[in-house]
């Protein structure tokens, strides 16, 4: 029998998750079934438990359960417990292990994808959740100018930009503090775009020449995109590359294979 994987969220209805998996499984050779599970709001532990009962071997986990998978782990990464956040559950017979792969995929979108310097770039990271958590490790490595972390809760920025400051330079602030002040890249960590809605950016936090990335996606613009292009910003991307590189990543940890990325990255852009 095929090997279970799952993705879980809260929505989940539009991931693209079982589709890259399972064209990833095709170009390995490898058997796996993968599928979207939609976990209650209230309920994802239980419903973790219900998928290793189930026979699962691993899951990937998206918006909002990525701190509460945290959590539950019985073992973490390094990754995952610098960030504080799982994006990518494995099980066997010591229990849950927990790993993040978000800012791996990210980092390789950016640098191979688009082509965006990080080093000593000033880098806007949005919202102070998971996916801020998964993200920030990797982009510190590449040794940005500053990273500033901007979110609704000042305090929980804060805390987060405390959390990394061995690694380099992170400053942290509510959305307002952002007023005159520029950034070369400017990266989307909330979920607002999944509900239409986008953070209070005061005008002129994109510098010329600036990158506006969304982890997010979808068809056309998300809404911070949208926001960015209506303010001139010209360099527009969506985290679809990010998710097919997460997904590699994580592929990787479960099967100790690298699937091929970019004719998986082209298929879903036309798709």
């Known amino acids: 029998m095929a090997d279970r994987y799952c993705v879980f969220g809260n929505p989940i209805g539009h991931s693209k998750s079982p589709a890259i998996h399972t ?12 599928e979207a599970r939609l976990a209650p709001l209230d ?3 239980a419903a973790v438990r219900d998928f290793i009962a189930e026979g699962g071997r691993g899951a990937n986990v998206t918006v909002p359960f990525k701190e509460e998978a945290f959590r539950l782990c019985d073992r973490l990464t390094p990754r995952a417990q610098l960030a504080g956040a799982v994006n990518t559950l494995s099980f066997d017979d010591k229990g849950v292990l927990g ?26 990271l ?10 920030l490790g990797p982009l ?9 972390i901007a979110n609704r809760t000042a305090a929980k920025a804060e805390a987060l930009a405390g959390h ?20 070369d ?10 509900g239409g809605d986008v953070p209070p950016l005061p005008p002129g936090v994109f510098a010329s020449g600036a990158l506006a990335y969304d982890m997010m996606y979808g068809k056309g613009d998300t809404p911070f995109l949208a926001l960015a292009r209506a303010q001139g910003v010209a360099r527009l991307s969506d985290g679809l590359g990010m998710l097919v590189g997460q997904a590699a990543e994580a592929f990787f940890v479960w099967r100790g294979l690298r699937p091929p990325t970019q004719t998986v990255l082209a298929a879903l852009r036309i798709s």
């Open 43 to 45: 309920g994802f532990a």
């Open 164 to 183: 990394f400051a061995s690694l380099g330079a992170v400053g942290a602030c509510g959305y307002a503090a952002l007023a005159g002040r520029g950034f």
């Open 140 to 148: 510190l490595a590449e040794q940005p100018a500053q990273i500033v």
């Open 99 to 124: 790993d993040n792969t978000d800012g791996a995929g990210l980092v390789r979108d950016l640098l191979d994808n688009l082509q965006a310097a990080l080093t000593d770039r000033r880098i806007l």
């Open 185 to 194: 890249v400017v990266i989307n960590a909330t979920s607002a775009s999944l």
């Open 126 to 135: 949005l919202g102070a959740g998971g996916a801020a958590r998964g993200a």
């Open 23 to 34: 064209r990833f499984a095709q170009l390995t050779g490898e058997d796996i079934v993968y």
